[in-house]
T-cell receptor, first 113, second 117 residues
Framework: AQTVTQSQPEMSVQEAETVTLSCTYDTSESDYYLFWYKQPPSRQMILVIRQEAYKQQNATENRFSVNFQKAAKSFSLKISDSQLGDAAMYFCAYYGGVADMRFGAGTRLTVKP | DTEVTQTPKHLVMGMTNKKSLKCEQHMGHRAMYWYKQKAKKPPELMFVYSYEKLSINESVPSRFSPECPNSSLLNLHLHALQPEDSALYLC????????????????FGPGTRLTVL
């Protein structure tokens, strides 16, 4: 079974600085998607960024970017110029098909003013 | 409309009650999902509907009964629940896998926080 591992249960960053959240996954497939979702306390889970496995170029969305290393099965999220509103639980997710959506355990990000 | 709505927001029920959770989306998605999420844990997949047909049932107890009346609606019927079933129940929707020209990210609703007494 495909597994997703987030090795950092908690991370902390100073406002305006940069932080990187780690994610590794295991799969034997060549075609899949990877996502980072953000879930603020008591609020809705929203998509931060997605990466198609067949694309070599790393995805970026404003202050959010990923470092996708397909051979190493690594998919880290970099948040630049961190803001107080970035504080949340971040889940890395692997999607291999309707029957195969896996989440990592999550990383709780704290942003210090 | 890029929203998934869920009702009710909160639900408290006894172990002998029957209740239903509702989910609705108008994004034209033909895949819909129910997840259970315990505090500080990732969502756990319960059911998947694809083109209004149940395609995945992740060994969920029969006291949870899903229903997909049409392509926009998803229900979760609850009966004889246990206290350990207390959790946040999330609905999500997406385009079906392999649909050309689409991405497969799931859009989540805000959830129903269920407490079983």
């Amino acid at each position: 079974a495909q597994t997703v591992t987030q090795s950092q249960p908690e991370m902390s960053v100073q406002e305006a600085e940069t932080v990187t959240l780690s994610c590794t996954y295991d799969t034997s497939e060549s075609d899949y998607y990877l996502f980072w979702y953000k879930q603020p306390p008591s609020r809705q889970m929203i998509l931060v960024i997605r990466q198609e496995a067949y694309k070599q170029q790393n995805a970026t969305e404003n202050r959010f970017s990923v470092n996708f290393q397909k051979a190493a099965k690594s998919f880290s999220l970099k948040i630049s110029d961190s803001q107080l509103g970035d504080a949340a639980m971040y889940f890395c997710a692997y999607y291999g098909g309707v029957a195969d959506m896996r989440f990592g355990a999550g990383t709780r990000l704290t942003v210090k003013p | 409309d890029t929203e998934v709505t869920q009702t009710p927001k909160h639900l408290v029920m006894g172990m002998t009650n029957k209740k239903s959770l509702k989910c609705e989306q108008h994004m034209g998605h033909r895949a819909m999902y129910w997840y259970k999420q315990k505090a500080k844990k990732p969502p756990e997949l319960m059911f998947v509907y694809s083109y209004e047909k149940l395609s995945i049932n992740e060994s969920v107890p029969s006291r949870f009964s899903p229903e997909c009346p049409n392509s926009s609606l998803l229900n979760l019927h609850l009966h004889a629940l246990q206290p350990e079933d207390s959790a946040l129940y999330l609905c999500a929707s997406s385009h079906p896998h392999g649909l050309a020209g689409t991405y497969n990210e799931q859009f989540f609703g805000p959830g129903t926080r269920l407490t079983v007494l």
